[in-house]
T-cell receptor, first 114, second 111 residues
Framework: GAVVSQHPSWVICKSGTSVKIECRSL??????MFWYRQFPKQSLMLMAT?????????EQGVEKDKFLINHASLTLSTLTVTSAHPEDSSFYIC??????????FGPGTRLTVL | KQEVTQIPAALSVPEGENLVLNCSFT??????LQWFRQDPGKGLTSLLL?????REQTSGRLNASLDKSSGRSTLYIAASQPGDSATYLC??????????FGPGTRLSVLP
């Protein structure tokens, strides 16, 4: 089946630094990718929808200037957490849409901000 | 290795019926289990989250149960409506917080 990878799988950084997370569809092209995050003991929440070649659509309450999304190609979307703070520590997961209604999920990235 | 299955793969019911979606997982050492709804071309919508210490959660017409020992969860939808038509995904989080998703059940509620 279709494979979506994320890199890194986990990252620890200091407060104030920026962290980039990559989401790649390995064997298919994805015009749309989704970014989610999950705080401990909370449900997975959609952050933004990323469309190749256009600006991402952010969900209410998600700061677009803090969470920069770039979907420059049909197989790669990146999420950059700028000036990360401890409250940004979370599990970030992406999914790539491979068809009309088929989504494939990456394994997730665990971000810890000290 | 955690494996998650869902049955049925697809379900079509007339409006107003109560229905049950099933999710099974092979490793009972889970952190939590979530049910999601996926509409075509859209991102996931979280429906219910059940922690490993809980047995059920309810939200409106939805009720999800969890039986860790048998590796099963069910999503009960009462009085189904055409707007409930979507794909329903079950996802299991292990203690490493890595998600394993089921393949989904495609639900069609006919008016």
């Amino acid at each position: 089946g279709a494979v979506v990878s994320q890199h890194p799988s986990w990252v620890i950084c200091k407060s104030g630094t920026s962290v980039k997370i990559e989401c790649r569809s390995l064997d298919f092209q994805a015009t749309t990718m989704f970014w989610y995050r999950q705080f401990p003991k909370q449900s997975l929440m959609l952050m933004a929808t990323s469309n190749e070649g256009s600006k991402a659509t952010y969900e209410q309450g998600v700061e677009k200037d803090k969470f920069l999304i770039n979907h420059a190609s049909l197989t790669l979307s990146t999420l950059t957490v700028t000036s990360a703070h401890p409250e940004d520590s979370s599990f970030y997961i992406c999914s790539a849409q491979g068809g009309v209604d088929t989504q494939y999920f990456g394994p997730g990235t665990r971000l810890t901000v000290l | 290795k955690q494996e998650v299955t869902q049955i049925p793969a697809a379900l079509s019911v007339p409006e107003g019926e109560n229905l049950v979606l099933n999710c099974s997982f092979t490793d009972s050492a889970i952190y939590n289990l979530q049910w999601f709804r996926q509409d075509p071309g859209k991102g996931l919508t979280s429906l219910l989250l059940i922690q490993s210490s809980q047995r059920e959660q309810t939200s409106g017409r939805l009720n999800a149960s969890l039986d860790k020992s048998s590796g099963r969860s069910t999503l009960y939808i009462a009085a189904s409506q055409p707007g409930d038509s979507a794909t329903y995904l079950c996802a299991v989080a292990n203690y490493g917080q890595n998600f394993v998703f089921g393949p989904g059940t495609r639900l069609s509620v006919l008016p």
